[in-house]
């Protein structure tokens, strides 16, 4: 929690060998498309069908010219296409760059809790455990640091009148951000329990997916959540400039499950991942928000008036 301290790595590198494990598996490569492997499609915005509600989900791509899709994925795209009843562009309309939309057939999050939970395959337990393992490991840094907010407020509670803090030197922020610092590591309980809880639950989570791995061929289908604000290729094979398209800014991000091919070491490499096991290392994690040092400001100038 000094000055130039950066959060730890552990969380960030937790998420990278998630989605790389369950949401964005292609590795990135620089290439020209080559016409006989690639088809070059205006693409200009993305549907997401839940066939079991209905529900459609259309997401905007921020549009930067023509996205190269690979032939399988071109391919797979028709049959999409014919799947929802759509008439599939003819290629001459595709080469004039036409508009085109691409179509995803797949479980809204609502649909996906029902459907998905309990699981009927081995396959889809393992991914629901590290979905699950997932959303503990981004959900803790956050935990952390209301815990820490909260020990500052009830600090600040007992301090009532400014001759209470004339003894700390206050003469500049990086004194303010130390103070907060010590009153955050005097009261760490709540932060030590909430990692208590997360190790515990976490532990156990891990054994039973290791579990479930350990009985999965290399390879399997799972439904997988993607989020509908994130990038993505059109290719499977490899990801680059020519093949990705990014949602527009303004997308409100949604979980949409569709089913895809996971890699069984893949998902060992995300269970093997070194996760936050010691205070130092969530409370570096959790860093320091600036926003305490002008709650403590708020506090003490409101003393003075
Ligand atoms: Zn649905």
């Given amino acids: 929690m000094e000055e130039n301290m950066q959060p730890m790595g ?3 590198n937790l998420l990278k060998v998630f989605n790389y494990a369950f ?3 292609a590795p990135y490569g620089f290439f020209v498309p080559k016409d006989n492997a690639y088809v070059a499609v205006n693409l200009v915005n993305k549907v997401h069908h839940c066939p079991k509600c209905r529900k459609e989900i259309t997401v905007d791509y921020h549009h930067t010219g023509v996205t190269y899709f690979s032939r399988d994925r071109y391919s797979q795209q028709q ?3 014919a799947q929802l009843g759509l008439d599939f562009p003819a290629t001459a309309e595709i080469a004039a760059e036409a508009e085109f939309t691409y179509h995803q057939i797949g479980y809204c999050a609502d649909c996906a809790k029902a459907e998905l939970n309990p699981a009927d395959t081995d396959a889809q337990k393992l991914y629901n455990l590290c979905l699950e393992l997932h ?3 981004e959900a803790l840094p956050l935990a952390a640091r209301t815990e820490m907010q ?4 009830h600090w600040l509670a007992q301090i009532k009148e400014s001759a209470q803090v004339t003894a700390y030197d206050l003469s500049s922020y990086t004194a303010i951000k130390d103070l907060v610092c010590a009153v955050i590591l005097d009261d760490v309980d709540a932060v030590e329990s909430l990692l208590k809880e997360y190790r515990d639950g976490s532990t156990a989570l891990l054994a039973q997916a290791q579990q479930l791995l350990a009985k999965l061929p290399e390879k399997f289908r799972v439904y997988a959540a993607r989020s509908t604000a994130v990038y993505e290729s059109m290719s499977d094979e490899i990801y680059h400039e020519y093949t990705v ?3 527009a800014e303004e997308t409100v991000p949604q979980d949409f499950f569709v089913e895809r091919t996971v890699e069984g070491e893949r998902a060992g490499m995300f269970l093997q991942q070194p996760r936050i096991s010691s205070l130092e290392e969530l409370l570096l994690a959790a860093g320091f928000a600036d926003t305490w040092v002008d709650i403590f400001i708020d506090h003490v100038t409101a003393l003075e008036k």
């Fill in 79 to 81: 049959q999409v296409y």
């Fill in 150 to 153: 909260t020990a500052l407020e």
């Fill in 245 to 247: 398209v990014f949602p």
């Fill in 23 to 25: 949401v964005e598996s």
């Fill in 10 to 12: 552990i969380t960030d």
């Fill in 135 to 137: 959303k503990r490991d």
